[in-house]
């Protein structure tokens, strides 16, 4: 059942995979794509503070379930009050302060850009509100594990981007896109929390009156905090990269949003399953049956992304350079291709990560996850910040790298110390992984020149791969499609 929530995943993402193309070959690298993903990551990155009580709201609500359905619904309700006021806030916050919120994120733009990306930040603000409550909804059927509703709503999104652009773009310019942003946030509010209503149900109550929203509160900030300043690593990247010529936050942007989409491609679903199963065998002591799915899901998020990572890198310029071209000269090509060869790592750290992360915080230790978030973030400044004279874009991806290192190493580390589950088994795959990366990153960099010589040195890879990981590859794809894991 799996394998059809990765299925809506990825017409979700090729929609804006779509999106993303056109939008290049529209407009090319130039202001208003910078200006459209900085506009696009300020709201992101609002929303993240405004629903800080999501990361934590499935185990708190599967707590509370375990003791009354009736009180679970009265906790959804309260959570959707309390999100819905700092919602409202935070939109008319955004809408009033939209010039001085652009200046953080972005203080080497010309007094052009920040007047063009201020007004798209006010349109987008709207979507504060509705995009937050969505997110409360969403959990909540999360929690139910209702996954197909909310896999299903997650296309419309990039289909109102999609039809904006091909209908509206030419005549209105990029501020059409910002409006079907707000509109599709405000239909997805709409479906999913109608949705809701009939199949779990929820009741309005007081926030204020009740003892498990303040837990949850408090337990939030922590984790909330965590969150933000590992977020920082936006705005720092994108003040750096605002000094740099115009186009340098598009080709960052689109490399690694491109490496992000096919890692939640690969990810959101099995995590998704594995973050509700969690917290519920958590509440309910059943600590045996989650180390077998922590097991499974960090074997089969680390396959399937070097899987779908490797003909991508195999065919990266040649697909780009007939996507894109002539937008985008063939040295910006080249530059996007490294960037993508550099960033691999990064995510390969990730993949081990996010499975201990989601033990972590199903766990609710809040504080342990703000402590890791500070250093990580501190790290990535001190090796990006220096790194930049000499490397140049390529500082980034690099300094994401050893801040990612480290924090894998501590949160593996921290649910093994309370459930004892890493093995020599695990640690001997993550080496296969990380030494079959490393050569897949260096081979591609030294014959990057070369599409001939690359090719056969990436056959051979994969031969080698298959080779070593086959089993595993087909024990992944076995747990995807699996039958009768959500509904």
């Given at each position: ?115 063009l990306s201020a007004r798209l930040v006010r349109v987008l603000s709207v979507s504060i509100l509705f995009s937050s409550l969505t997110m ?269 290192v480290y924090k894998s190493i501590v949160f593996i580390n921290l649910v093994d110390r309370d459930m004892h589950i890493v093995d020599l ?56 499609v699996r039958k009768g894991e959500v509904k």
């Amino acid at each position: 059942m799996i394998s059809l929530l990765n299925v809506l995943n990825l017409i979700s993402v090729l929609f804006s995979l779509l999106f993303h193309v056109l939008l290049v070959r529209l407009f090319g690298v130039a202001l208003q794509t910078d200006v459209y993903y900085l506009c696009t990551a300020i709201i992101q990155f609002t929303v993240g503070i405004v629903a800080f009580l999501i990361k934590l709201y499935i185990p708190v609500y599967n707590d509370v379930k375990v003791r009354s359905e009736e009180e679970a619904k009265n906790f959804t309700g309260a959570v959707l009050v309390l999100i819905f006021l700092m919602g409202a806030f935070f939109s008319i916050l955004v809408f009033v302060t939209a010039p001085y919120i652009v200046k953080i994120f972005a203080n080497g733009f010309s007094p052009e850009k920040i007047s063009l990306s201020a007004r798209l930040v006010r349109v987008l603000s709207v979507s504060i509100l509705f995009s937050s409550l969505t997110m409360v909804v969403t959990a909540a059927l999360i929690a139910n594990l209702f996954m197909l509703i909310t896999f299903s709503s997650s296309i419309i999104t990039p289909l109102f981007n999609l039809i904006a652009l091909l209908l509206f773009v030419r005549n209105y310019g990029i501020v059409a896109i910002m409006y079907s942003i707000v509109t599709a946030s405000i239909i997805n509010f709409l479906v999913v929390s109608a949705f809701l209503r009939m199949r779990v149900g929820w009741k309005l109550a007081n926030p204020f009156k009740r003892p498990d929203i303040a837990y949850l509160v408090r337990q939030s900030i922590s984790m909330r905090m965590g969150g933000v300043i590992a977020e920082l690593q936006g705005p720092i990247t994108s003040n750096i990269l605002s000094y740099f010529p115009t186009g340098y936050i598009t080709l960052f942007s689109y490399t690694n949003r491109l490496l992000n989409v096919l890692f939640n491609i690969i990810n959101s679903p099995i995590l998704q399953v594995l973050y509700s199963k969690s917290s519920n065998l958590l509440a309910r002591k059943r600590v045996d049956e989650l180390k077998g799915l922590l097991i499974s899901t960090l074997m089969s998020n680390t396959v399937l992304f070097i899987s779908v990572i490797i003909p991508l890198i195999i065919l990266f310029k040649k697909i780009f350079s007939l996507l894109f071209a002539p937008k985008v000269t063939s040295n910006e090509i080249s530059v996007m291709y490294h960037l993508f060869l550099a960033l691999i790592p990064f995510y390969l750290a990730l993949s081990f990560e996010v499975s201990f992360a989601v033990i972590t915080i199903a766990m609710k230790k809040g504080i342990e996850v703000l402590k890791i978030n500070v250093v990580f973030t501190f790290l990535y400044g001190v090796f990006f910040i220096p790194a930049i004279k000499f490397l140049a874009i390529f500082a980034i991806p690099i300094a994401l790298f050893i801040a990612e290192v480290y924090k894998s190493i501590v949160f593996i580390n921290l649910v093994d110390r309370d459930m004892h589950i890493v093995d020599l088994d695990m640690i001997k795959n993550m080496i296969k992984f990380s030494v079959f990366i490393g050569l897949l990153v260096s081979l591609n960099v030294l014959f990057a020149s070369s599409f001939i010589y690359g090719m056969y040195l990436n056959v051979i890879l994969v031969i080698l791969w298959l080779i070593f990981m086959g089993k595993d590859t087909i024990a992944a794809f076995h747990l995807i499609v699996r039958k009768g894991e959500v509904k």
